[in-house]
């Protein structure tokens, strides 16, 4: 069944922007202005590359409530580009000065596209990916039917008033028509996964494009279009692909090069974290197929062995303090330590992400009983 892959689009459009760049039609360091008329609150100076890596600092319009508001009034509107333009408020920061997660600078890279090739975004993502690689699931919402196989989702359809239903066919052209760029690709897992395998083996864009779009400046998880998951995120293996979220779905495409392996997830859910935990798994039973050994090496990593070390310090914490006779401190300290080492090996978060509110605990704890100590009276000398 087909379902919408969400912000995944957004790795589709940057890599036809590098294909047309390999070709010569444009270039990333272009100015947004070469393409584009100018739009408030959206600097000229921009660059096509800072668009493809959220370095733009331009403001993402889902934060703006009334489009939200207009969203829901208005379900069988379709908003031209220029219209999700003018709910941009002033950005962030100015360009290439910092790291900020937008819609915008997709919706304007697509606009950048049918520019720069005078046709439809979904004319060439046809022409230059979906029929190449037999892609025969793929759509792009609005431009094409949609799927007649789609997956249903249930959801409150963004009311917020305690509903679940089944939402699969209730308009949605205004949600679709706002998310133009960044998001609006259907398709099945199976094409999901040929996508995600053909984009690291040179069958879209060339070694040296992969390369541009596994870039991660600054220590950023962002590259162009491409994210590199965390390991713990992937349980301990190096990922590198692109998760995104819709009306009622939730998708992630991953790619693991030490094992040469693509992985898709689709889940008809949004919210959770059912599908991460899916490529997890996924990932970790295909790799132990494939190479056991590997799967072991693959989590030899610095968080989980100081989560096994936090967890192990708090236990003898504890058997120290029974055994000197005074438990309280040390038997709470224990339970702490234990207590974060649990939840980052199980939850999969960073450790450092557990012991900041677990370190603010013990020193609160700690202040209490030395204020206590110092109130108490003298002992009697007699």
Do not use: C
């Not at 699931?137 to 917020?160: C, F, I, T």
């Not at 599908?275 to 295909?286: L, N, P, Q, Y």
């Amino acid at each position: 069944m087909a379902f919408a892959v969400g912000s995944i689009t957004k790795n589709m459009v940057a890599a036809m922007l590098l294909q047309l760049a390999e070709e010569g039609k444009l270039s990333l360091e272009d100015p947004i202005s070469k393409w584009l008329p100018p739009y408030p609150h959206v600097e000229g100076t921009i660059t096509i590359r800072q668009l493809l890596s959220h370095t733009s600092g331009l403001f993402m319009f889902w934060e703006n409530q009334k489009i939200w508001d207009d969203l829901i009034k208005y379900r069988e509107k379709q908003f031209s580009p220029e219209e999700v333009l003018g709910y941009l408020k002033a950005p962030h920061f100015a360009p290439g000065k910092g790291y900020h997660y937008s819609n915008t600078n997709y919706l304007l890279a697509a606009m950048i596209i049918t520019r720069a090739r005078g046709s439809t975004l979904s004319t060439e993502f046809r022409k230059r990916f979906w029929e190449p690689l037999g892609l025969t699931s793929a759509r792009l919402a609005l431009e094409e039917p949609y799927p007649e196989n789609l997956a249903h989702v249930w959801g409150d359809n963004y009311e917020k008033d305690g509903s679940y239903r089944d939402i699969t066919f209730l308009p949605r052209v205004s949600h679709d028509s706002i998310t133009y760029g960044s998001a609006g690709v259907f398709m099945t897992a199976g094409d999901l996964a040929t996508w995600t395998h053909a984009l690291f083996h040179g069958k879209v864009i060339n070694q040296q494009s992969l390369a541009k779009m596994q870039t991660f400046a600054g220590g950023a998880a962002y590259g162009l279009g491409l994210e590199r998951f965390r390991r713990l995120t992937t349980g301990g293996m190096k990922a590198y692909g692109h998760g995104g979220g819709n009306i009622g779905t939730m998708a992630y495409m991953i790619y693991l090069p030490d094992h040469d392996v693509s992985i898709a997830v689709m889940v008809n859910h949004f919210g959770g974290d059912s599908a991460s935990r899916m490529v997890r798994d996924i990932g970790k039973i295909t790799v132990f197929h494939l190479k056991p050994l590997a799967l072991f090496l693959s989590i030899w990593n610095v968080e989980l062995w100081m989560s096994i070390a936090w967890l192990l310090f708090g236990v003898g914490a504890g058997i120290v303090g029974i055994r000197k006779k005074k438990p309280l401190v040390p038997i709470l300290i224990g339970t702490l330590m234990i207590a974060s080492g649990v939840i980052s090996m199980v939850k999969g978060l960073e450790l450092h992400v557990v012991l900041f509110p677990m370190g603010a605990l013990l020193g609160a704890l700690g202040l209490y009983l030395f204020i206590r100590r110092i109130q108490m009276p003298p002992p009697n000398p007699t």
